[in-house]
């Protein structure tokens, strides 16, 4: 779904769609911009700062325009194939405004997996309403819940996690799967600093396709999230409830209650060059008397959590992270990040693999109408996450929600390489991606650090010598060239 500010408020949202934000990534990561582009989804009135959106969607022929009523006052905005011309409109921002986007989302797909001599068929249908009311407040809600069949290699992944991946739990049904899920939130900005949005969805820290920090792999979650921007500094408080649901059946009242906390401070040194660094802190909701339920401490807006982890003598889930991103000749940008969960400097030093030395880094590139032909771009990404790595010893404060890890879909123990080539001209698009990745997996009841569900102080394979994908080496490879209208 795609629309302009004239539906927009400038407390809404972007959805966190890759294809919808693919429209205005080059201009947002030029180095002459200083927009927060790490963080993700998008404020409305932050990227309008940068970008004019409403030219970017009108030259990309958006499949929404609006209708303005005679008195002024409201928008609604209905599906339209083609806009003749593009009529803005000044009086649109005036504070009685009530502007409203509503669409239905549906979905049919159907294919055939010859190595398995299995037909893949799916449909989904839901609904998605978002409406800005003045330029202070936004509220957007959708749901959909969808039926299908799927590859064998997803079917065996849904089969051991109990859910359909960022789609919701997986009930069995007679094509597959059924599932459901649903977002939104409320959304106010009272002045151009503070932000507060209290949602059911999904966040992302980072500039690259895959977030070894927070990513949007598992389903949605109830969260609050407080952002302020002062100068070039943008931080993000934001605080969420997650659910363990191995074992439910899908029963709400049987989920395992846990809950997590995280911080994210972005600062753009230069119109080129943008730090960010983060923290996390992951709590069970029950501890051993079965009375913790939520830790006030953890309310702490202040980055950082380990003084206060460590002044309350917990073992917590505490991770800390660091994301770089440097925009060069215009349309270039170099990224990474680095994710640090345990470990001890001396052995480092030594290099003796010791276990709890979890951490992964990540490293990509970014190019924009390469070769100046306009529209056309390449990204090329390398992962890198050591065994161990966001697991916990108590299985209830691992670096997961809904049986899926919050960062990448690998989780530990593995090595990735993924590229995009893609040209993009109004609503045409052809994409061609390749992905490499080698992971380890555990086995016979071992574990080599690569399943973070596992509790690694009873069952660890070794203490000494882990390298990355170890125990039973997986070869993944995937080749995907899609074209979209």
């Given at each position: 779904?795609?629309?302009?500010?004239?539906?927009?408020?400038?407390?809404?949202?972007?959805?966190?769609n890759?294809?919808?934000?693919g429209?205005?990534?080059?201009?947002?990561?030029?180095?002459?911009?200083?927009?927060?582009?790490?963080?993700?989804?998008?404020?409305?009135?932050?990227?309008?700062?940068?970008?004019?959106?409403?030219?970017?969607?009108?030259?990309?022929?958006?499949?929404?325009?609006?209708?303005e009523?005679?008195?002024?006052?409201?928008?609604?905005?209905?599906?339209?194939?083609?806009?003749?011309?593009?009529?803005?409109?000044?009086?649109?921002?005036?504070?009685?405004?009530?502007?409203?986007?509503?669409?239905?989302?549906?979905?049919?797909?159907?294919?055939?997996?010859?190595?398995?001599?299995?037909?893949i068929?799916?449909?989904?249908?839901?609904?998605?309403?978002?409406?800005?009311?003045?330029?202070?407040?936004?509220?957007?809600?959708?749901?959909?819940?969808?039926?299908?069949?799927?590859?064998?290699?997803?079917?065996?992944?849904?089969?051991?996690?109990?859910?359909?991946?960022?789609?919701?739990?997986?009930?069995?049904?007679?094509?597959?799967?059924?599932?459901?899920?649903?977002?939104?939130?409320?959304?106010?900005?009272?002045?151009?600093?503070?932000?507060?949005?209290?949602?059911?969805?999904?966040?992302?820290?980072?500039?690259?396709?895959?977030?070894?920090?927070?990513?949007?792999n598992?389903?949605?979650?109830?969260?609050?999230?407080?952002?302020?921007?002062?100068?070039?500094?943008?931080?993000?408080n934001?605080?969420?409830?997650?659910n363990?649901?191995?074992?439910?059946?899908?029963?709400?009242?049987?989920?395992?209650?846990?809950?997590?906390?995280?911080?994210?401070?972005s600062?753009?040194?230069?119109?080129?060059?943008?730090?960010?660094?983060?923290?996390?802190?992951?709590?069970q909701?029950?501890?051993?008397?079965g009375?913790?339920?939520?830790?006030?401490?953890?309310?702490?807006p202040?980055?950082?959590?380990?003084?206060?982890?460590?002044?309350?003598?917990?073992?917590?889930?505490?991770?800390?992270?660091?994301?770089?991103?440097?925009?060069?000749?215009?349309?270039?940008?170099?990224?990474?990040?680095?994710?640090?969960?345990?470990?001890?400097?001396?052995?480092?030093?030594?290099?003796?693999?010791?276990?709890?030395?979890?951490?992964?880094?990540?490293?990509?590139?970014?190019?924009?109408?390469?070769?100046?032909?306009?529209?056309?771009?390449?990204?090329?990404?390398?992962?890198?996450?050591?065994?161990?790595?966001?697991?916990?010893?108590?299985?209830?404060?691992?670096?997961?929600?809904?049986?899926?890890?919050?960062?990448?879909?690998?989780?530990?123990?593995?090595?990735?390489?993924?590229?995009?080539?893609?040209?993009?001209?109004?609503?045409?698009?052809?994409?061609?991606?390749?992905?490499?990745?080698?992971?380890?997996?555990?086995?016979?009841?071992?574990?080599?650090?690569?399943?973070?569900?596992?509790?690694?102080?009873?069952?660890?394979?070794?203490?000494?010598?882990?390298?990355?994908?170890?125990?039973?080496?997986?070869?993944?490879?995937?080749?995907?060239?899609?074209?979209?209208?």
């Open positions: 779904m795609i629309a302009s500010n004239n539906c927009y408020g400038q407390a809404t949202y972007l959805p966190l890759r294809d919808l934000n429209f205005f990534d080059a201009e947002l990561n030029r180095n002459d911009f200083t927009a927060h582009s790490a963080i993700r989804p998008y404020l409305y009135a932050e990227v309008n700062e940068v970008i004019d959106i409403d030219s970017v969607f009108y030259r990309a022929r958006s499949l929404y325009s609006y209708v009523l005679d008195s002024g006052k409201y928008g609604i905005v209905f599906p339209a194939r083609h806009r003749k011309e593009y009529n803005g409109s000044a009086d649109m921002w005036d504070s009685r405004n009530i502007r409203i986007v509503a669409g239905p989302l549906l979905s049919v797909n159907g294919g055939y997996d010859v190595a398995s001599s299995k037909t068929s799916g449909s989904s249908l839901g609904a998605i309403i978002t409406a800005g009311f003045g330029k202070k407040l936004a509220v957007s809600g959708s749901w959909q819940t969808g039926n299908s069949a799927f590859l064998p290699y997803v079917d065996a992944a849904i089969s051991t996690s109990e859910v359909v991946p960022g789609r919701g739990y997986a009930h069995c049904s007679k094509e597959g799967y059924f599932y459901s899920n649903y977002a939104g939130y409320i959304s106010y900005s009272p002045d151009e600093i503070f932000n507060f949005q209290l949602g059911q969805g999904k966040n992302f820290f980072g500039n690259g396709y895959r977030s070894l920090l927070l990513s949007d598992t389903d949605n979650y109830p969260y609050l999230k407080i952002s302020t921007k002062i100068w070039k500094l943008k931080y993000v934001l605080y969420t409830i997650m363990d649901v191995h074992g439910s059946g899908g029963i709400p009242t049987r989920f395992t209650r846990k809950y997590a906390t995280f911080h994210y401070l600062w753009n040194i230069t119109k080129g060059i943008s730090i960010g660094l983060f923290e996390s802190i992951v709590w909701g029950k501890d051993s008397s009375t913790r339920g939520y830790d006030v401490n953890y309310l702490n202040i980055i950082f959590y380990r003084p206060v982890e460590f002044a309350q003598g917990s073992s917590d889930n505490a991770l800390i992270g660091l994301n770089l991103s440097i925009r060069f000749l215009k349309n270039q940008q170099l990224y990474g990040q680095l994710i640090l969960d345990e470990f001890l400097l001396r052995e480092l030093r030594a290099q003796s693999g010791w276990w709890a030395n979890k951490h992964g880094f990540q490293l990509g590139l970014k190019s924009y109408n390469l070769f100046k032909v306009k529209g056309l771009s390449l990204q090329t990404e390398f992962n890198y996450v050591r065994p161990f790595t966001y697991s916990h010893g108590l299985y209830s404060q691992n670096y997961s929600h809904f049986n899926q890890a919050l960062a990448h879909p690998l989780g530990a123990n593995f090595y990735e390489s993924v590229s995009f080539l893609k040209y993009q001209q109004g609503s045409f698009l052809v994409e061609g991606k390749f992905s490499y990745a080698l992971k380890g997996k555990d086995s016979n009841g071992s574990n080599w650090g690569g399943d973070i569900f596992l509790d690694y102080q009873t069952v660890r394979s070794r203490e000494f010598e882990n390298e990355i994908a170890q125990g039973d080496q997986n070869h993944i490879s995937y080749i995907d060239l899609r074209f979209a209208y």
